[in-house]
């Protein structure tokens, strides 16, 4: 009977120590496929971003701060392109992104200084933050109306949280330097 006890016991707790390490690893994965989106879609849309330098409404800026960016570039691949306003932003726990399509409608390019039409992005965020290569130093604020010129690179980080397995939260850092160049 002690035998089976112990044999009962020690099954358990390997079958216990199989579930934590598969639930960690599936919340590690999920945070994984997360981060490699948003960095994706980053590097694909800041790439194309537009800046244009002239006077009045139809200006095209580039707006980054610590916590937040705003841009303009196409929305679609290829020539003839219709462009958009690109917002991106940590909202609570959920970095959000703002779109508003420019079109022949259109009276400014400039950005209002909320965030319309914002869509939950990545969700379980503990951390957004931006920094902003000027060739020698990192910027924490970029501003086109300024410099009217774009950064050489963009570096985001954030940190993703997948819950608590065993009392102890899951939490996982990110972080991707984006060249400007095109």
């Known amino acids: 009977m002690v035998i089976l006890t ?13 579930t934590v390490r598969i639930a960690r690893q599936s ?13 994706l879609f980053l590097r694909h849309k800041l790439k194309e971003s537009v800046v244009q330098d002239i006077p009045g409404p139809f200006r095209i800026d580039f707006i980054g701060t610590e916590t937040s960016i705003k841009f303009i570039a196409p929305y679609t691949e290829g020539k003839g392109s219709d462009m958009g306003k690109y917002g991106i932003y940590l909202d609570n726990n959920t970095i959000k ?25 990545v969700e379980n965020v503990k951390t957004l933050s931006f920094s902003y290569w ?6 924490k604020n970029w501003d086109t109306r ?32 984006i060249w400007m160049a095109k």
């Open 134 to 139: 000027d060739g020698k130093t990192w910027q």
């Open 146 to 177: 300024i410099n009217p010129e774009l950064p050489q690179k963009i570096k985001v980080f954030f940190i993703l949280y997948g819950g608590n397995v065993e009392g102890k939260n899951i939490e996982k850092g990110f972080s991707e330097e």
């Open 6 to 18: 112990i044999v009962f016991v020690s099954g358990l707790m390997i079958f216990s120590n199989i």
């Open 97 to 121: 992104m703002s779109f508003e399509r420019i079109d022949a409608k259109t009276t400014t390019y400039a950005f209002e200084n909320s965030f319309t039409g914002s869509q939950p992005f």
């Open 27 to 39: 919340a590690e994965k999920t945070m994984s496929a997360q981060a490699s989106n948003f960095t």
